[in-house]
């Protein structure tokens, strides 16, 4: 079993950066990790995921060059830089993972509250 738990979200100005952890406690190894965002009264969104090896990283098109993901197999943990943030940014923002051949994520965290402030 896999738990996955999220930190470093907070309130921030626009323009500003935060950098997001999602610490993993079980078996991940090859498992590809991702992160969501749900912002009020919106749906759940794709935000990026990243494949074991780190080769392998997808973006939506809106945060290519704002957000960066990474990931430290050593210590189990997943990153998430957001630079340039913006109020539409505002969020919860989710890592969740999967194995590679699974289409849907099976694990995912709390999340953790991103607000951008205008």
């Known amino acids: 079993q896999v738990q996955l738990a999220e930190s470093g979200g907070g309130l921030v100005q626009a323009g500003g950066s935060l950098r997001l952890s999602c610490a993993a406690s079980?078996?991940?190894?090859?498992?590809?990790m991702g992160w969501f965002r749900q912002g009020p009264g919106k749906e759940r969104e794709f935000v990026a995921a990243?494949?074991?090896?780190?080769?392998?990283?997808r973006y939506t098109d809106s945060m290519k060059g704002r957000f960066t993901i990474s990931r430290e197999n050593a210590k189990n943990t997943m990153y998430l830089q957001m630079n340039s943030l913006k109020p539409e940014d505002t969020a919860v923002y989710f890592c969740?993972?999967?194995?590679?051949?699974?289409?849907?994520?099976?694990?995912w965290g709390q999340g953790t509250q991103v607000t951008v402030s205008s």
């Open positions: 990243i494949s074991w090896s780190g080769r392998i990283t």
């Open positions: 969740a993972a999967k194995e590679p051949a699974r289409d849907e994520y099976d694990y």
């Open positions: 079980g078996r991940t190894f090859n498992y590809f």
